[in-house]
């Protein structure tokens, strides 16, 4: 028998404690992410969703402007990707960042577009540790869908020439399905 670090006594405890350590930082981080997700549990429907984002679309292209358009649910994850006609490809990922930033950040920070975020943390100084996160794009181009007062859904145009134009974009395929929305 060697004379080295016991693996039982000590040794467990302390393993026991690391793990009861690690699970507790689990919950712990969870909590947020949890927090943050759906509260009345009302979802955007897939039909909505496809309206809204066909709605941006057409909105764009009447302007000469062609675009793509993401409609992701509170979670960040994708319901509609609509690559319009003669949008390069880069639109696809801006579109998704927008509407990305949000749906995620905004139920957060208290912002249902993305160009009064912008606004609200230009020169800031946590501008740019929000701007390095994965997926967070900080130019304007989204808006936030609403049922019940939080939001459920967010739209995300990419490629008109300006966010603003882009964002423009976006509320009209908002406008397009509010009427259908809970209040």
């Keep these: 028998m060697s004379k080295g670090i016991s693996t039982t006594g000590v040794g467990a405890r302390v393993r026991g404690g690391l793990l009861a350590l690690?699970?507790?930082g689990g919950i712990m981080a969870a909590a947020p992410a949890v927090a943050q997700v759906r509260g009345s549990g009302w979802e955007l429907p897939l039909t909505l969703a496809n309206e809204a984002a066909l709605e941006a679309v057409r909105a764009c292209a009447e302007k000469g402007w062609p675009v793509?358009?993401?409609v992701v649910d509170v979670s960040g994850e994708i319901r509609v990707l609509v690559k319009g006609d003669h949008s390069t490809t880069h639109t696809r990922t801006s579109s998704f960042r927008k509407a990305?930033?949000?749906?995620?950040l905004g139920p957060v920070f208290g912002f249902d577009t993305l160009s009064a975020f912008v606004e609200k943390t230009r020169g800031g100084p946590n501008?740019?540790?929000?701007?390095?996160?994965?997926?967070?794009?900080?130019?304007?181009?989204g808006v936030g869908v609403k049922a019940k007062?939080?939001?459920v859904a967010a739209?995300?145009?990419?490629?008109?020439?300006?966010?603003?134009k882009d964002?423009?974009?976006a509320a009209a395929g908002l406008a397009r399905i509010a009427d259908r929305l809970p209040h």
């Design 149 to 151: 007062g939080e939001i």
């Design 100 to 104: 990305y930033t949000v749906a995620t």
């Design 155 to 164: 739209i995300g145009v990419g490629g008109a020439p300006g966010g603003e």
């Design 127 to 141: 501008t740019q540790a929000l701007a390095s996160l994965p997926d967070i794009l900080l130019l304007a181009g």
């Design 22 to 24: 690690l699970l507790a």
């Design 68 to 70: 793509s358009v993401a």
């Design 167 to 169: 964002e423009a974009c």
